[in-house]
């Protein structure tokens, strides 16, 4: 099978396998802590595996044993230590606008699915990153934190809207709060995750769901998407008009047809996601 490494960058690793992308994160020394390079070439990484065709379905992960511990503090040490501004706060508002805006807003536009391999810790920005994929599979040893309050900040990267979109209020703000590790299985208890299996198990099970959803019809999975982002923001009025449009889209898709046609002649569908 034919793997293709990208352009090489200093802190991602890039990969395409037929219609799979994969992103690793890659500063394990420092449990991939997303500084600002991170977050440059991660968000090109994306932009360039959503205008790509080929691929059909995208994993997002960690290199060595964390997923990633979230911003890296030490950027922010900079800021706060250098030049004429010396001593004063910096924008840390401007500063998520440019770097982890961009990132979220894209995954969450992205019409493809989205798994997030959590090999380990996901806290902070990586907590929201994981968060913001479509579906979240973790080894046993993972799990996921609210870091921000130990620092004496407030959830940022879309962690309050994920939390509680996924957990309620209640839940949400106690998560927060405390700052507290959710280990992986209590996450899936929660929903935050949707499965967690052995360690050694973890690369196998996610290649398994994301070539499943590589071969489905993935116009119509982000389809899937825009209709469960807009189901959150409006009445059942609404969301079932958003979802009677979105089906007279879906039913003149190649796929459906050929759904139809797979079905009369008793055999299983070949998606092309058009």
């Known amino acids: 099978m034919e793997t293709r490494k990208m352009t090489p960058h200093e802190t991602i690793i890039v990969e395409k396998t037929r219609s799979l992308g994969k992103i690793t994160l890659n500063r394990p020394d420092q449990l991939n802590a997303i500084n600002d390079k991170m977050g440059e070439e991660f968000h090109t990484a994306l932009r360039d ?15 060595g044993r964390a997923f990633s511990a979230g911003e890296d503090i030490s950027g922010l040490k900079e800021r706060y230590a250098e030049g004429e501004d010396a001593g004063k706060h910096p924008s840390l508002g401007d500063h998520l606008r440019k770097k982890y805006h961009p990132i979220i807003l894209r995954m969450r536009g992205m019409e493809k699915p989205i798994i997030a391999q959590l090999n380990g810790i996901a806290a902070g920005s990586g ?7 479509d579906m979240r599979i973790a080894s046993e040893d993972a799990g996921l934190k609210q870091a921000f309050v130990g620092v004496g900040l407030v959830p940022d990267s879309g962690s309050s809207y994920f939390l509680t979109q996924m957990v309620g209020q209640g839940r949400a703000l106690e998560l927060i709060m405390t700052g507290r590790t ?7 208890q929660l929903g935050l995750v949707n499965r967690v299996v052995p360690r050694e198990n973890l690369g196998k099970t996610v290649d398994e769901v994301a070539r499943q959803l590589a071969s489905g019809p993935t116009k119509t999975l982000g389809m899937d998407k825009r209709l469960v982002a807009r189901a959150a923001v409006v009445d059942l009025a609404e969301a079932l008009e958003y979802e009677a449009l979105h ?19 008793k055999r299983q569908p070949r998606f092309t996601g058009r």
Request: charged letters at 30%; a negative charge.
């Open 49 to 63: 595996i959503e205008k790509d065709d080929r691929i059909r379905c995208l994993v997002i992960t960690g290199a």
């Open 127 to 133: 907590a929201s990153i994981a968060l913001a994929c």
């Open 182 to 188: 959710v280990p992986a299985k209590e996450a899936e």
């Open 247 to 265: 089906q007279d889209i879906a039913g003149k898709t190649n796929d459906h047809l050929e759904a139809v046609k797979a079905f009369l002649e």
